[in-house]
């Protein structure tokens, strides 16, 4: 399972001009699922993202998690993440899980970051979103749960 975490100011997904998500100051996580991936690992998953420290503390380094600064996380379904680009010059998505059971993967995901942290909101599965944000630094990162 894959997160693309980006640090933000502000973000926002919207749905046929309908926002279905938005937080303020905390992390845009958007997620591919691959074939193969089960709840325990989108639980490691969900722990580092809710745990990587990438906002600054007093000092100016990144030392705070999302949990220390009790800030927003949105978290984005994007089978795109889960790819496969390591020759031509078109995606393949033999990689990705199959909808069906990405799908509930994902609400599983949504449902355990509910359970976890106070301010969660969601883009839709399946839908085709306009995603917004301000990505705060610009601060990116590429989480991956290893396949066993």
């Known amino acids: 399972m894959i997160a693309l975490i980006q640090r933000v100011s502000e973000a926002a997904v919207t749905v046929q001009e309908r926002t279905v998500g938005n937080i303020g100051r905390g992390v845009l996580a958007l997620i591919g699922i691959e074939r193969g991936d089960d709840l325990p690992r989108g639980e490691r998953l969900l722990e580092r993202v809710l ?6 503390d007093a000092g100016g380094r ?6 220390d600064i009790g800030g927003g996380l949105l978290l984005v379904p994007q089978f795109t993440l889960a790819a496969d680009t390591h020759k031509g010059t078109r995606p393949g998505f033999s990689t990705a899980e199959a909808p069906e059971i990405a799908r509930a993967l ?6 355990a970051a509910r359970a976890r942290h106070s301010v969660v909101s969601a883009g839709e599965f399946g839908a085709h979103m ?9 601060v990116t990162f590429w989480l991956q749960t290893a396949q066993e």
């Open 62 to 67: 990144m030392n705070l998690s999302l949990g």
């Open 51 to 56: 745990g990587y420290r990438i906002f600054e």
């Open 130 to 138: 306009q995603v917004a944000l301000v990505n705060d630094g610009p």
């Open 106 to 111: 994902f609400a599983q995901l949504l449902a």
